[in-house]
């Protein structure tokens, strides 16, 4: 490992957080390296200065007062009105009006292309009746996936796509 790797690992390895691997290749690293030891002396030098400071303790009744003024405060405020995620006559109403033609307009476009491209045939016409069935070419170009074994994922999408080419759902 190099030094820069390794002493991105060195607060894991002080915490034991390192798998068994990487904390062998840090601990070798660590022996043949002044100034990754170094490092490390200095990280628990650090650590140990901080678990030795104590924090001082809160004076007495001072959570419930904190949570006395936070419910006054809110009171105080009252309700706070929630703003609907999106106000559509609101913004209908203060839109420009090349704004509001242009909306609408890209709704209708919107839904008639939708209409349009929605209908219609979805697959080859019928053969007709008595006549040989015509063989297409795999429209998928999955004809590799057709060597996967029974049941599997490449196997079920080949089956709809041919359900789907029939006319099926």
């Known amino acids: 490992m190099r030094c820069e790797e390794v002493r991105n690992r060195l607060g894991a390895f002080i ?11 840090v601990q070798r690293h660590l022996e043949r390296c002044s100034g990754c ?8 030098e650090i650590g140990d200065f901080l678990a030795g400071e104590c924090v001082p303790a ?5 959570r419930s007062k904190v949570l006395v003024a936070a419910e006054q405060a809110l009171e105080s405020q009252g309700k706070p009105e929630r703003e609907p995620f999106l106000d559509l006559p609101t913004w209908w109403r203060s839109a420009r009006p090349a704004l509001r033609v242009a909306a ?4 209708a476009l919107g839904l008639g292309l939708g209409i349009l491209l929605g209908t219609g045939p979805t697959g080859p016409a019928p053969a007709a009746p ?3 069935p015509v063989v297409q070419a795999d429209p998928y170009e ?3 996936l057709s060597a ?5 994922l490449p196997q079920v999408y080949l089956a709809m796509a041919s359900q ?3 006319g099926g759902e």
């Open 37 to 44: 030891r170094e490092e490390l002396a200095a990280l628990r």
């Open 164 to 166: 789907l080419d029939r």
């Open 58 to 62: 809160a004076p007495r009744g001072f």
């Open 130 to 132: 008595g006549s040989p």
């Open 15 to 25: 915490d034991g957080e390192s798998d068994i691997v990487e904390g062998r290749k």
């Open 104 to 107: 609408a307009a890209a709704l």
């Open 148 to 152: 996967s074994p029974t049941g599997s």
């Open 142 to 144: 999955a004809h590799y």
